[in-house]
């Protein structure tokens, strides 16, 4: 089946200092790749996406790459700010059959520091 | 404004105690689901419906009931709740189940059953 693996947090940075959060997955098919943001105390909602290889999703300066040759779809921003912090889940969404699920991985807590 | 809405956000409940968590979207989407959110694992896949009357299971099943009688609706029902299943809830929408399309969550229902 489908999986989502990503880096464990929590992840602590300091205002202005680069984010990467590492994400990579196992698929058949094309899926297409989510990330996801959870601010304290409030839903998930969708940061950005990408539904095909070497697609690039931005969003509020965050980007990540659809990278099918290495299975991955990390995040990153180049200057993250206080209201920032989230956590941070990748997701995918199989092509065909019977995957019609979300299938998260586990999240990963960002704490910015002023 | 387009939107999913849980209710309730808060339920404290005792074992065997019959309850429901509504979940209602306004947006005439076709696919919805839920998830329970516990530290660690992530967001785990309930139930699911594709349409009208039809649903089926995800991940974690067991325990849990839902209908989907109009398409706007698709509550969660617990018949015999269990500190098990304490957890954070959440229903999410989709226009469908094609892999690129967006889910829509839900601010939450975080239940406790003692």
């Known amino acids: 089946g489908n999986s989502v693996t990503q880096m464990e947090g929590p992840v602590t940075l300091s205002e202005e200092a680069f984010l990467t959060i590492n994400c990579t997955y196992t698929a058949t098919g094309y899926p297409s790749l989510f990330w996801y943001v959870q601010y304290p105390g409030e839903g998930l909602q969708l940061l950005l996406k990408a539904t095909k290889a070497d697609d690039k999703g931005s969003n509020k300066g965050f980007e990540a790459t659809y990278r099918k040759e290495t299975t991955s779809f990390h995040l990153e921003k180049g200057s993250v700010q206080v209201s920032d912090s989230a956590v941070y889940f990748c997701a995918l969404r199989g092509s065909g059959g019977s995957n019609y699920k979300l299938t998260f991985g586990k999240g990963t807590l960002l704490t910015v520091n002023p | 404004e387009a939107q999913v809405t849980q209710n309730p956000r808060y339920l404290i409940t005792v074992t065997g105690k019959k309850l429901t968590v509504t979940c209602s979207q306004n947006m005439n989407h076709e696919y919805m689901s839920w998830y329970r959110q516990d530290p660690g694992l992530g967001l785990r896949q309930i139930y699911y419906?594709?349409?009208?009357?039809?649903?089926d299971k995800g991940d974690v099943p067991e325990g849990y009931k839902v209908s989907r009688k109009e398409k706007r609706n698709f509550p969660l029902i617990l018949e015999s709740p269990s500190p098990n299943q304490t957890s954070l809830y959440f229903c999410?929408?989709?226009?469908?189940?094609?892999?690129?399309?967006?889910?829509?969550f839900g601010q939450g229902t975080r239940l406790t059953v003692v």
């Open positions: 419906s594709m349409n009208v009357e039809v649903t």
């Open positions: 999410a929408s989709s226009l469908s189940a094609v892999a690129h399309t967006e889910a829509f």
